[in-house]
């Protein structure tokens, strides 16, 4: 079999992942696993954050989502890494990448969603979260100096068609239902007179 050609030609070396991952291991089933739960509470979340979101400020929400993931992760940190003396912050670098990863990456992130939720449907938020592997991969091969692939690419598009395709599609649904919603009013308009 042919290796997938490469786009770009990186003139440092990729960095040496097998030094870290044994593919032979359990690691990678345990790790398969992990993305499939990760996958399917993820779905599961946004689609009870639509009801949710009719009884719910998408502020208030957020805040709630992060206390109980910050108590959650807290309660598993300390059985995973019981020394406390790891978990001190000490430089300026760590604080902001910490302060940068709680209020951006999780506060802002989750409330964005939930706002897109309430406003438009869980369809609309879960068709950009394909994205971020297109954004993952242009950044990896930018800043860690992987090698992009013709597959990558191929990838990419399909990834952003598909998204381009359901979103289209939904725009018509809509379109659709309000057009079927006004000849109701009017429906009803004209039998009232």
């Not at 954050?49 to 502020?59: E, F, I, R, W």
């Not at 020394?83 to 802002?108: D, E, H, K, P």
Request: proline share 5%; with cysteine.
């Amino acid at each position: 079999m042919l290796p997938c050609p490469r786009i770009l030609n990186s003139t440092q070396n990729p960095l040496n992942w097998d030094k870290y991952f044994d593919p032979t291991g359990y690691k990678w089933i345990l790790g398969a696993l992990c993305q499939l739960g990760s996958a399917s509470t993820y779905s599961l979340w946004l689609i009870l954050q639509a009801p949710l979101c009719a009884y719910v400020d998408p502020l208030a929400q957020t805040v709630w989502f992060c206390l109980l993931s910050s108590v959650q992760s807290a309660t598993i940190v300390f059985f995973v890494e019981p020394n406390m003396s790891a978990w001190i912050i000490t430089s300026v670098t760590q604080l902001s990448a910490c302060l940068f990863a709680g209020i951006f990456a999780s506060g802002v992130c989750f409330y964005l969603q939930s706002w897109c939720i309430s406003v438009r449907g869980p369809v609309y938020c879960a068709m950009f979260s394909p994205l971020s592997t297109v954004i993952t991969i242009i950044l990896a091969s930018v800043t860690l100096h992987e090698e992009l692939h013709l597959g990558s690419l191929i990838g990419a598009v399909a990834i952003i068609g598909g998204l381009y395709v359901v979103l289209w599609g939904k725009t018509e649904d809509l379109k659709d239902a309000k057009e079927d919603y006004d000849g109701y009013i009017q429906c009803q308009t004209s039998a009232s007179s």
